[in-house]
């Protein structure tokens, strides 16, 4: 079993900047992928940023030179550096993992970007 535990999010005004992490435990030992979607109000989910095993990133295109992923030594938390944030940021953020054949996601948390 794995669990996937988001911390961070919160509200900020458009420009600024936010982290949010994600902390995975249990069977980690296979982790391939990790990293974020996001779902905003009436949309559907959609990727945010991965990052590989062997540190290979994904961005969707509405963030790059934004967002930044990064991941710890052990592989098991990941991180989402979000800056320059715009209104159309706002959305529940999800923690995500591709560990073996399976994907997991976690609760989610909140951005919500003032403009």
């Known amino acids: 079993q794995v669990q996937l535990v988001e911390s961070g999010g919160g509200l900020v005004q458009a420009g600024g900047s936010l982290s949010v992490s994600c902390a995975a435990s249990g069977y980690t030992f296979d982790i391939n992928d990790i990293g974020w979607y996001r779902q905003a109000p009436g949309k559907e989910r959609e990727l945010v940023a991965t990052?590989?095993?062997?540190?290979?990133?994904n961005y969707a295109d509405s963030v790059k030179g934004r967002f930044t992923v990064s991941r710890d030594n052990a592989g098991n938390t990941v991180y989402l550096q979000m800056n320059s944030l715009k209104p159309e940021d706002t959305a529940v953020y999800y923690c995500?993992?591709?560990?073996?054949?399976?994907?997991?996601w976690g609760q989610g948390t909140p951005v919500t970007v003032s403009s």
């Open positions: 995500y993992a591709h560990i073996g054949r399976w994907d997991y």
């Open positions: 990052i590989s095993s062997t540190d290979s990133t």
